[in-house]
């Protein structure tokens, strides 16, 4: 038979060079030499045994209290009455807890390297180290051990028992329940009343006692099989109600605690220091200690309630995993710890319980950063995850320091993701008044970036006397502005502030009050008013916080922040399922909303369900995103379908699908949804550039048309048909292709592109076209011209003939009378040379009159001819 070492269980246990806790407690040992009966291992786990390592023929388990010796006790008792071949050892050890609560043991040297010897009954070893802790003891005996090979040297004890005794665990937890809201408002009554109908059938099924005092629950857990049993049936039951029944469930905390030192009455949940409006809804709230003992099929959650959780004492909440888990798939987020835990009251300013209002970070910084929300949209989650843990490692020394070191750092996520941690809580920041005051516009958002420079008024003095820490000069200050200027809403603006930073929160909402019954903007006024909202959410008092909230949309319905505050008010309360659904209504408005709500350290106590809930948005949008990634080399190539690839569209489509792509590699829920979006514009811009290119071509197509039918009708005169062959091929190509254009519909991608293609070829035809008309033209017009000219001349050359035929007789005739004989005595081979002079004089004076009539008539005398002719 192999030997039975316990090295080899020490080495299967986890090894981590950091223990974030240390527990001392006890080891078991347990080797046996033939199957290990099961009431074995069911003792062990009943009396606290957590098993740490196991292999075939041996286990190794760590106990917290000396219950170890009860269950070895009763193991004893019960050996004697069954066979069981079995070795325990009971020693020393430490629980070590690592960063993501992986549980490992420590053993001193010499026991780990122990050979176990081979079992012929039931053995109980104890080792010397803790005799002293079984003193007193009743019915534990324990007695030297033999010497044995392969046992660490020594002086071991062995455990007797005295059978008479009933050995029981010392273990025991009151459970404490308690439902959130207002016990006076009607919703609260029935929700709970209907809710405790249903913790009533748990109970009779476990058949316990209980105790129901000022809507305080309280009952006793006895054995951590009733813990577990408790803890299984009521996540159970939440689950199956808040799919099938949520008119039944009812948000309600929970803490299980040790009942030592507590008595179970109608008082005992006073005597818990416990702050109930800190603690998650559902999930039952208890020890690390106890945590641990539930054992697989529960996953155990931080609890934020200090910096530093370095004890097993201290809070945590536990739910249901595997084929028990009720909750669904969770972002994997963690707040820094060291952001969300601290002794402080929560701060106006921020939220934080890291420092006192007066020691906010936020106090010195100066401007808003609006496009800060557009860089965390830029960064992974992944990466979003490691900066948030590096935040955390970052602020292990001098918190409010670090802080300021990081919101005034750049270039690194983490000092972005602090930045904008910050800028959740801008509006209710110093910054925020600074800006206001500054402010020349009248709404939100744009009066934000309408500003002018600060003024040489005493509040700008007194401003910054209260950065500085000097609220008697500030006091001094604002009541002399007061007095000046009784209806001027800075100085009452800023003495609220004042009076906030002196612990008198109510005497700064009365002054917000009155500076917003004096403000003359809306932006002034919901400004103000949010300001009221944010110190009624600070008092405790949400509901009307959120009335307040409802007031400043009302006035600056964009002002998401206003809504934004609504749900961590139901947050707050203990509301956080609810809440899901007003912030679902809130992310469409603005996605960049969800990386809020992602990291917001001031929704801790419902971050658990926030989580959970927004995994199913983030699937969703996940999903969508993809789908729609799919899609885009299709719409590259629908883009190739109407345009070329040197077209600027093409281009500039190809750039933004390029740029799309990219973003798609970063894992952000915005990045997600701006996907989905842009696929969308992509191909909104798409047919709109087709159905205004569509028009143009449109447009130019029937330019063309009327062009080319000028050129018809001007080429129609022409008189010599035999030179337009080729203006003729010219003419029916450009005809045939603008008569195609504008019979087709161009919302086709075919006709669409063809007609595109075509239009510079038939342009550049039209063109040649015209030009060559132009010569014709000329042709055309010298032509007509002539002939007009030679009509005209035609009769004013006969006229001249016939004057110039009659000038020689009529001269010989009249002469004489009017003593003008010039042709008597003239020979006639003179007066034939005078007759062909006065004919050609005539002829030259005919044609220049023809010439000028014509030039002074013919574009009257074309342009009826034309006329007349297209009419006939």
Not at 689 to 713: D, F, H, P
């Amino acid at each position: 038979m192999d030997k039975i070492t316990l090295s080899s269980l020490v080495k299967k246990l986890p090894q981590f060079k950091e223990s974030r806790m240390v527990a001392t407690g006890f080891a078991a040992w347990v080797s046996w030499s033939a199957d290990l009966n099961p009431a074995v291992a069911k003792t062990l786990a009943d009396y606290g045994g957590m098993q740490m390592a196991s292999e075939r023929r041996q286990a190794l388990w760590f106990f917290f209290t000396k219950d170890v010796f009860m269950a070895l006790a009763k193991l004893e008792v019960w050996s004697r009455l069954n066979p069981l071949k079995a070795f325990v050892q009971a020693a020393p050890a430490k629980l070590l807890v690592d960063m993501k609560l992986q549980l490992s043991m420590s053993l001193d040297r010499d026991l780990a390297s122990q050979e176990a010897p081979i079992p012929e009954d039931f053995q109980a070893w104890v080792h010397p180290k803790l005799a002293d802790t079984l003193k007193g003891s009743p019915g534990i005996e324990l007695k030297p051990a033999p010497r044995k090979t392969g046992m660490a040297k020594v002086e071991w004890k062995t455990l007797h028992a005295d059978p008479r005794l009933p050995y029981q665990s010392s273990m025991g937890w009151y459970l404490v329940l308690k439902p959130v809201g207002n016990p006076l408002d009607k919703s609260f009554q029935h929700g709970w009343r209907e809710f405790f109908s249903e913790i009533e059938q748990i109970l009779k099924r476990l058949k316990t006692k209980y105790i129901l005092s000022n809507n305080f629950l309280m009952l006793p857990l006895d054995t951590l099989r009733e813990l577990r049993t408790w803890c299984q049936e009521y996540l159970g039951m939440v689950s199956r109600l808040r799919e099938s029944a949520p008119e039944k469930y009812w948000p309600c905390v929970q803490a299980i605690v040790d009942r030592k030192g507590l008595n179970l009455n109608p008082e005992m949940y006073k005597k818990i220091a416990l702050d109930w409006d800190q603690l998650s809804p559902d999930f039952p709230h208890m020890s690390y200690r106890t945590a641990f003992l539930m054992g697989d099929g529960f996953k155990i959650k931080d609890v934020r309630f200090s910096v530093d959780q370095s004890s097993m004492d201290d809070w945590c909440n536990v739910s249901l995993k595997d084929e028990l888990a009720v909750m669904e798939d969770m972002l994997q987020v963690e707040l820094p710890k060291r952001l969300v835990a601290g002794q402080n009251p929560s701060c106006f300013y921020c939220g934080q319980r890291t420092h006192k209002v007066t020691e906010c970070p936020s106090r010195h910084m100066e401007e808003l950063e609006q496009d800060i929300w557009e860089r965390v949209a830029a960064v992974d989650i992944d990466e979003m995850r490691r900066a948030l843990e590096g935040i955390d490692s970052t602020l292990k020394g001098e918190v409010t320091e670090a802080i300021g070191d990081l919101l005034h750092g750049q270039g690194t996520t983490e000092s972005l993701l602090m930045r904008a941690i910050y800028e959740i809580n801008a509006p209710s920041q110093l910054r925020m008044l600074r800006t206001v005051w500054r402010s020349q516009g009248r709404e939100y958002p744009k009066a934000l970036t309408q500003l002018a420079e600060p003024s040489g008024d005493p509040v700008w003095e007194a401003l910054a006397l209260l950065l500085e820490g000097e609220s008697v000069s500030v006091e001094r200050i604002v009541s002399k502005e007061i007095f000046k200027a009784p209806r001027n809403y800075q100085p009452l603006a800023l003495r609220g502030f004042s009076m906030l930073e002196r612990g008198e929160e109510p005497r700064a909402l009365s002054l917000w009050g009155e500076a917003e019954r004096h403000a003359s903007t809306p932006l002034q006024q919901a400004y103000l008013l949010f300001l009221q909202g944010r110190a009624q959410e600070m008092m405790g008092k949400h509901e009307t916080a959120m009335e307040l909230y409802k007031s400043v949309l009302k006035i600056s319905p964009t002002w998401l922040d206003a809504a934004y505050r609504q749900g961590v008010c139901q947050v707050k309360m203990g509301f956080a399922e609810q809440a899901m659904g007003f912030f679902e209504e809130l992310f469409a408005k603005d996605p960049h909303m969800f990386n809020r709500a992602l990291f917001d350290p001031e929704m801790e106590r419902g971050h658990v369900q926030l989580l959970s809930s927004l995994h199913r948005l983030w699937s969703d949008a996940k999903s969508r995103a993809e789908d729609e990634l799919k899609s885009f080399e299709e719409l590259k190539k629908e883009v190739g379908r109407w345009f070329p690839t040197d077209h600027p569209f093409y281009e500039e489509m190809e750039n933004r699908i390029a740029m799309v792509q990219r973003m798609s590699e970063i894992k952000n829920y915005v990045a997600f949804i701006k996907l989905a979006q842009e696929r969308l514009a992509l191909a909104r811009d798409l047919q709109k550039r087709v159905e205004e290119e569509g028009r143009k071509l449109k447009k130019k197509y029937a330019n063309y048309m009327e062009r080319l039918k000028v050129i018809r009708q001007e080429s129609s005169w022409f008189p010599f048909p035999r030179i337009l062959v080729d203006f003729n091929k010219d003419f029916n190509y450009v005809a045939k292709h603008l008569n195609w254009v504008m019979s087709q519909h161009l919302q086709v991608a075919d006709n669409f592109r063809k007609a595109s293609d075509m239009e510079e070829k038939v342009q550049a035809k039209l063109e040649k076209l015209e030009s060559r008309l132009r010569t014709l033209k000329i042709v055309r017009d010298s032509t007509l011209f002539v002939m007009i000219m030679g009509k005209t001349f035609m009769w004013l050359e006969l006229a001249c003939l016939v004057l110039s035929f009659a000038f020689l007789p009529l001269a010989s005739y009249w002469g004489p009378a009017l003593g003008i004989d010039f042709t008597g005595e003239m020979p006639l081979r003179e007066k034939f040379a005078i007759q062909t002079n006065i004919i050609v004089l005539f002829s030259l004076l005919a044609l220049g009159i023809s010439a000028l009539r014509t030039a002074l008539i013919f574009e009257s005398r074309k342009d009826k001819l034309f006329r007349k002719i297209q009419q006939s």
